[in-house]
């Protein structure tokens, strides 16, 4: 059973341009879960969503950020017009019910030039 | 008040010491997660606590939750240097759909 894979591993962009970040759950879970990390920092809740629906969103900035879980396919974080300050390390988690452990994948590390 | 709180955030020990380290609450917890993060990688699930006083064992690690569910520990025996990493509590936020709050965790390093 493959685990909650992520890609890219590592994703370079410049100033002003778009990340879009991947994550597919595990097989069975259809509870997804976002988190950015700094280093030397611990790990801040972006977002949750479920197939379709985005469930809280309260961690995440309000512009240029956005998520989403189709129906069909992964889910997607999208960072808009990046800038210096999106560095960082973002991880996504999926777990089969709410209230379950979760379950990270390896991370997008995203850089910006 | 969500926040669970994780003093010091490094702590070094020397190989076949022992280590303690704490995961404190201002408000009642529902339950507790602690997870690990090695250098470089992803966090992974160690152990869900539920019950007050509630204490579970995976073989050197000793995790318990305090009588008033305030508060977590973790206790390793015997460091190796297979223990290196950072070391989370998570705490669930109240009514909020299974969103977790995590400490900002305790990186322990261990000399051999």
């Known amino acids: 059973n493959a685990g909650v894979m992520q890609n890219p591993r590592h994703l370079v962009r410049r100033r002003g341009q778009e990340a879009r970040l991947r994550c597919s759950p595990m097989?069975?879970?259809?509870?997804v879960y976002w988190y950015r990390q700094l280093p030397e920092e611990g790990l801040k809740f972006m977002v949750y969503l479920q197939k379709e629906n985005i469930i809280d969103e309260s961690g995440m900035p309000k512009e240029r950020f956005s998520a989403e879980f189709p129906k069909e396919g992964p889910s997607i974080l999208r960072i808009q017009q990046v800038v210096r300050g999106d560095s960082a390390a973002y991880f996504c988690?999926?777990?089969?019910?709410?209230?379950?452990?979760?379950?990270f994948g390896d991370g997008t590390r995203l850089s910006i030039l | 008040g969500q926040q669970v709180m994780q003093i010091p955030q490094y702590q070094h020990v020397q190989e076949g010491e022992d280590f303690t380290t704490y995961c404190n609450s201002s408000t009642t917890l529902s339950n507790i997660q602690w997870y690990k993060q090695r250098p470089g990688g992803h966090p992974v699930f160690l152990i869900q606590l539920v019950k007050s006083g509630e204490v579970k064992k995976q073989k050197r690690l000793t995790f318990q939750f305090g009588e008033a569910k305030k508060n977590s520990s973790l206790h390793i025996t015997a460091t190796q240097t297979t223990d290196v990493g950072t070391y989370f509590c998570a705490r669930e936020v109240a009514g909020a759909n299974s969103k977790l709050t995590f400490g900002k965790g305790i990186t322990l390093s261990v000399r051999p």
């Open positions: 988690a999926s777990s089969p019910q709410s209230s379950e452990p979760q379950h």
């Open positions: 097989k069975g879970h259809s509870h």
